[in-house]
């Protein structure tokens, strides 16, 4: 995994400052795990819906994850495309699995109001530049 700095650096890179926001929380509260960083953040901030965004890159590895069946069931999440891995991301294993609990891009607006298990991929224009190179970048590499 890469260093927090550079993570969140990239999360910023994708962050419009009103409707997603990137924070340093995780290293705020200490959490480890994804897992535990969303319960707390459904703890701390109880009205609020969430929507967790994620790579394609990302869904690719997800079952590889530390409980990752228990984060697709405790909010929904929507899939930002990535350059050479979105076949790879939709016929992955953790896509097939959730395949019944899929939604169509344009319900993207609704998905913080479904009840998890929900994700979308959505169709955007995806970010041309790596994830490693946003992270060099970010690390002044």
Do not use: K
Not at 107 to 130: D, G, N, Y
């Amino acid at each position: 995994m890469a260093p927090f700095a550079a993570r969140l650096a990239s999360a910023n890179a994708i962050a419009d400052g009103r409707g997603i926001i990137a924070t340093a929380i995780e290293a705020n509260v200490g959490t480890r795990f994804t897992i535990d960083t969303l319960r707390m953040l459904r703890r701390r901030f109880p009205r609020t819906r969430f929507v967790w965004l994620m790579g394609a890159d990302n869904l690719v590895q997800l079952p590889r994850w530390h409980r990752w069946r228990e984060i697709v069931e405790l909010m929904p999440f929507a899939v930002l495309p990535r350059p050479t891995y979105n076949h790879r991301a939709l016929a992955c294993q953790a896509a097939l699995r959730l395949r019944p609990f899929r939604r169509a891009s344009r319900e993207a607006a609704w998905l913080a109001t479904r009840i998890a298990p929900a994700w979308i991929f959505l169709s955007i224009r995806q970010h041309h530049a790596s994830a490693t190179l946003i992270r060099r970048q970010a690390m002044g590499e």
